[in-house]
């Protein structure tokens, strides 16, 4: 058996990074490998959560250390801990940049197969206190530049987040796979969604994204309120949690929308809910991939996505890059343009022929999986 240790920054909230390792988990062998996970977080904050759970349930353990914003010597010192007294074969940062931090310990820790992953294009910062952003933006920087002396592995999922995160140094891009039949379009699921939440008659424009500075949420609300103005068939649904979603409930109040937005938690089946959209809007101001748009063209929507978003997002035809720089206005003109009453169809063969099954992607990052061992020389009982 081989044993794997994922690393993430933080708790379980089912954004964009802890899909994609989700999605890994449920789809390795298991016979072959167990994964273990290490998580920047407190685990009772984290005993009704569905994935803490889910995984517990499974027969993993989750080690979760004091986050390193709250006290680094003691998240040091905790990760060391973790590593000293169990045998992994495997350390798999999930981390981008902070990464470095975890693989350095990893490093001391003799662990010889040490895989830093990148999921990002830029550093996630929660954009509060100016002074505190500006210090944990040089720190993250200084971390970026480090990663590769600390992991022997390097993993992406672009091209775009493995020259932010690597450099010139060599690394392979490994498709952020989704479970493709789970997104095939039904249309049973959606009249089902759409008379339980009373939209039968409306438009959907759909959202899927952590409520961060990194997924621009504010644009969106600003972009439905201009759209609302011209016409009310329309009804804008938010999936997702994060530490700026009180400040998007207050807005959405503030400008009277509270009946025509609504927001759904974290554990909402984003699968069956997605059926019920019409429209996919992404307008973030940085992603590594964009799952959620691999997954919402699966569901063959129609996707208005920000130009910040890598190219290799784009599968189908029903997807439209708009320059972030543009104003609401713009967005909005091309939502009317949209041709609403299109025939949707299965785009499984689609999907699979890029490359996003992760039933075909599982298979390589095993390949990777053993064929480092082998070059590492490492024993695997």
């Not at 449920?26 to 998580?39: A, R, T, Y």
């Not at 905790?78 to 350095?104: P, Q, R, T, W």
């Not at 063969?349 to 999986?369: H, P, S, T």
């Not at 070059?375 to 695997?380: C, F, G, L, R």
């Amino acid at each position: 058996m081989i044993n794997i240790l994922y690393a993430l920054n933080g708790v379980f909230h089912k954004g964009g990074t802890e899909a994609v390792v989700l999605n890994y988990y449920n789809n390795i062998d298991k016979e072959k490998f167990h994964i273990d996970f290490l998580v920047h977080g407190y685990e009772n904050e984290n005993f009704h959560n569905e994935t803490h759970n889910y995984l517990k349930s499974k027969g993993s353990r989750i080690f979760y250390v004091t986050p390193r914003g709250k006290n680094f010597l003691k998240n040091k010192k905790e990760i060391k801990k973790v590593l000293k007294n169990n045998h992994f074969h495997i350390v798999h940062s999930h981390m981008d940049a902070a990464g470095s931090f975890f693989l350095k310990e990893a490093k001391k820790a003799a662990i010889k197969v040490r895989i830093a992953h990148s999921h990002n294009t830029e550093n996630q910062i929660n954009k509060g206190n100016v002074l505190k952003d500006k210090a944990y933006s040089i720190i993250l920087n200084n971390a970026r530049k480090s990663i590769t002396n600390y992991g022997n592995v390097f993993l992406s999922c672009s091209k775009e987040a493995g020259d932010w995160l690597f450099g010139n140094k060599p690394y392979k891009v490994i498709n952020n796979g989704i479970d493709i039949s789970k997104y095939v379009y039904s249309e049973s699921i959606r009249k089902e969604y759409r008379e339980q939440l009373g939209i039968s008659d409306k438009i959907v424009i759909g959202h899927v994204g952590r409520f961060c500075y990194q997924k621009n949420q504010e644009l969106l609300i600003n972009m439905f309120n201009e759209l609302n103005k011209k016409n009310d068939k329309y009804f804008l649904i938010m999936i997702g949690e994060g530490e700026t979603k009180e400040e998007i409930e207050l807005k959405i109040n503030d400008l009277g929308l509270n009946n025509k937005i609504l927001i759904m938690n974290s554990e909402t089946k984003i699968n069956e809910v997605i059926q019920a959209f019409d429209i996919f809007v992404l307008p973030s101001r940085f992603e590594g991939l964009g799952i959620v748009a691999i997954e919402a063209q699966a569901a063959d929507l129609t996707c208005l996505i920000s130009d910040n978003v890598p190219n290799e997002v784009k599968i189908t035809e029903r997807i439209k890059f708009i320059p972030l720089t543009d104003s609401p206005e713009v967005w909005v003109r091309e939502i009317i343009n949209i041709e609403n009453f299109y025939e949707r169809k299965d785009k499984n063969n689609e999907i699979k022929l890029a490359g996003y099954d992760v039933k075909d992607v599982i298979k390589r990052v095993e390949k990777i999986y053993i064929e480092m061992l082998k070059k590492m020389d490492e024993t695997v009982e």
